[in-house]
């Protein structure tokens, strides 16, 4: 009995102590409670400011606010071929770039013959390297390019451990996705600044937000592209140009065939016209941005979560893609 009384007056006394730092720490939770809650809502009303509003109002005329001539690379399919088409859609004329020119001519054709607008091809493989940026340079001089989309990239086959990635497929990411958006920025935006407008879109990858295991390179890749756009912005918003990060996670492309799976939930994994559609009402609005509803959803969940769980979450699914790649190989 004495035990417990003198417990309990211990207790009083530690607690009476105590009193101020109880209040000190009531006051950082619900301080802490707040930010966090105004920045969930914060997330959420940009969400719909960016996602929902712009489609209630009337289109942006983009050549009056970029110039008259878009520049695709990697255009002939996927969201490329879909960004060309929406931007034909609102009158812009199209410059297209990939590697086969049957499938360029053709492409171009059928953009020119729905949308009439003019559509021009470049034969290029960025794989190439440094020789390819000339024959660029010169078709694009005299051109009033008022947006550069850096669309082009490849992937792995199916996702891989680093060492299993070849040496080819190393050189192609570094190539095609880290110096062809890098060198078609230095072509296009001296022009760019001098009309003192443009825009430079660069298709960037959810799988930049966090390291993403049996993808290693290619998210790194990714990550340069959305470092480089940001830095971008900060330096050249000052003189009329508009620089935009495009993220998007899963779109219904050739480039994720392997999980045939994902194409099946739409909303989730839109088609590229889908995607395309609302990626471009976000021009000029979104500096940083996934492009599509559900993605800046998955987007603010990855922020959020911590880094072990994306880890996890990547190693599962980029174990079933591979799976699912191989038995079809097989
Ligand atoms: N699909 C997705 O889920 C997803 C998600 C996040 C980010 N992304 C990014 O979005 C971009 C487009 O992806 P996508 O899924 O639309 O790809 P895709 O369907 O495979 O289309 C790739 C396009 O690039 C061209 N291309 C490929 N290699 C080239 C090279 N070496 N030189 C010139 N052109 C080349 C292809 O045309 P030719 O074969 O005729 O040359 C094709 O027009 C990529 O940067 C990708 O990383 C895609």
């Known amino acids: 009995m004495a035990a417990v009384d003198s417990f309990y007056l211990l207790y009083r006394e530690i607690a009476r102590s105590c009193n101020c730092y109880m209040e000190a720490l009531a006051l950082v939770g619900a301080w802490y409670t707040a930010r966090k809650s105004i920045t969930v809502i914060?997330?959420?009303?940009?969400?719909?400011?960016?996602?929902?509003?712009?489609?209630?109002?009337?289109?942006?005329?983009?050549?009056?606010?970029?110039?008259?001539w878009a520049v695709v690379s990697g255009a002939t399919d996927g969201i490329g071929r879909a960004y060309a088409e929406e931007l034909a859609s609102r009158g812009l004329s199209i410059i297209l770039i990939s590697r086969n020119q049957d499938k360029l001519q053709m492409v171009a054709k059928d953009i020119a013959d729905t949308y009439k607008v003019e559509t021009e091809v470049i034969v290029a493989?960025?794989?190439?390297?440094?020789?390819?940026?000339?024959?660029?340079?010169?078709?694009?001089?005299?051109?009033?390019?008022?947006?550069?989309?850096?669309?082009?990239?490849?992937?792995?086959?199916?996702?891989?451990?680093?060492?299993?990635?070849?040496?080819?497929?190393?050189?192609?990411?570094?190539?095609?996705?880290?110096?062809?958006?890098?060198l078609m920025v230095h072509i296009v935006l001296p022009g760019m600044v001098e009309r003192k407008k443009g825009a430079v879109v660069t298709i960037s990858s959810g799988s930049c937000c966090k390291p993403t295991p049996q993808l290693a390179a290619y998210s790194a890749s990714k990550a340069y592209l959305d470092h480089f756009s940001r830095a971008l912005q900060y330096e050249y918003a000052s003189k009329g140009i508009f620089v935009q990060s495009l993220?998007?996670?899963?779109?219904?492309?050739?480039?994720?065939?392997?999980?045939?799976?994902?194409?099946?939930?739409?909303?989730?994994?839109?088609?590229?016209?889908?995607?395309?559609?609302?990626?471009?009402?976000?021009?000029?609005?979104?500096?940083?941005?996934?492009?599509?509803?559900?993605?800046?959803i998955q987007f603010l969940f990855a922020q959020y979560m911590p880094e072990w769980l994306w880890v996890w979450g990547a190693n599962v699914l980029n174990r079933s893609l591979r799976k699912e790649a191989l038995s079809c190989k097989a």
């Not at 190439?128 to 390019?145: F, M, Q, S, T």
Request: proline share 6%; aromatic share 14%; hydrophobic share 40%.
């Open 42 to 68: 914060c997330d959420f009303y940009s969400l719909i400011r960016l996602h929902f509003i712009p489609r209630l109002v009337s289109r942006a005329d983009l050549i009056k606010q970029y110039g008259r």
């Open 247 to 296: 993220i998007p996670f899963y779109v219904a492309t050739n480039m994720t065939s392997a999980g045939s799976f994902l194409h099946k939930c739409p909303w989730l994994v839109p088609s590229p016209k889908v995607y395309a559609h609302h990626a471009v009402s976000t021009l000029g609005i979104s500096k940083r941005t996934t492009g599509y509803w559900s993605h800046s």
């Open 125 to 182: 493989d960025f794989s190439n390297g440094r020789e390819i940026y000339d024959p660029i340079r010169e078709a694009l001089k005299d051109k009033d390019i008022g947006i550069l989309v850096n669309n082009v990239g490849v992937f792995y086959p199916y996702p891989q451990y680093f060492t299993q990635v070849s040496e080819d497929k190393l050189w192609d990411i570094i190539n095609v996705n880290i110096a062809a958006a890098s």
